[in-house]
Nanobody
Framework: VQLVESGGGSVQAGGSLRLSCAAS????????MGWIRQDPGKEREAVAI???????SYADSVKGRFTISQDNGKNTLLLEMNSLRVQDTAMYYCASTTPWGGNCHLLSARNFGYWGQGTQVTVSS
């Protein structure tokens, strides 16, 4: 499995960014995918998760502001980020599990076995 993120950058508070992740190498369809962020000195946080049926879940810190989606035809995972806050500053990683038959929305960051290289998001005040 290969995951390649793009779309990070710098934005002022209140602004928006869209992250993309090109995914390849999957066999089958029962994977959980998500966006995970990490700021130096803080624990990794799974901010948004989507399962193979398209159901989504979000960390409380981003609910109502971030939207995760996937374009299966293009094998692309997206994260729309609106109303960005300084606290959203972090390295954002696209991540996936190995084939998973359980509830994706109960997973934490450490359950994801495949990671992209990350893309930096910096929000300034």
């Amino acid at each position: 499995v290969q995951l390649v993120e793009s779309g990070g950058g710098s934005v002022q508070a209140g602004g928006s960014l869209r992250l993309s992740c090109a995914a390849s190498g999957y066999r089958g369809s029962s994977y959980c995918m998500g966006w995970i962020r990490q700021d130096p000195g803080k624990e990794r946080e799974a901010v948004a998760i989507i399962d193979s049926a398209g159901s989504t879940s979000y960390a409380d810190s981003v609910k109502g502001r971030f939207t995760i989606s996937q374009d299966n035809g293009k094998n692309t995972l997206l994260l729309e980020m609106n109303s960005l806050r300084v606290q959203d500053t972090a390295m954002y990683y696209c991540a996936s599990t190995t084939p998973w038959g359980g509830n994706c929305h109960l997973l934490s960051a450490r359950n994801f076995g495949y990671w992209g290289q990350g893309t930096q998001v910096t929000v300034s005040s």
